[in-house]
């Protein structure tokens, strides 16, 4: 199965987060098209974990010490959409 992963959502977001953030999120972006979303959850530095209460359903994965996206998957036939829903600093 061939996987996409969609940034549209958080262009804008982007803009305003540190560069190794944006770098981070596009290296996690080009692994899962590459290896897919099985493979790249393996990677333990991302910590990729499901999402409890109002953000069941999303997951998030692990940029930084401190920052996060959020997303979620829809499966499109042949097609694994993974759609960036938010990045955002975690809360400690």
Do not use: C, N
């Amino acid at each position: 199965m061939r996987h996409l992963v969609e940034l549209d959502r958080v262009r804008k977001q982007l803009k305003k987060v540190p560069r190794h953030v944006v770098d981070a999120l596009q290296a996690w972006a080009d692994k899962v098209e590459v290896f897919g979303m099985a493979e790249t959850r393996k990677i333990k530095g991302y910590h990729d974990e499901p999402l409890k209460g109002d953000r069941k359903g999303q997951r998030s994965v692990r940029l930084s010490k401190q920052w996060r996206a959020i997303y979620e998957e829809y499966d499109h036939g042949e097609v694994r959409l993974i759609v960036v829903e938010e990045v955002t600093p975690h809360a400690y």
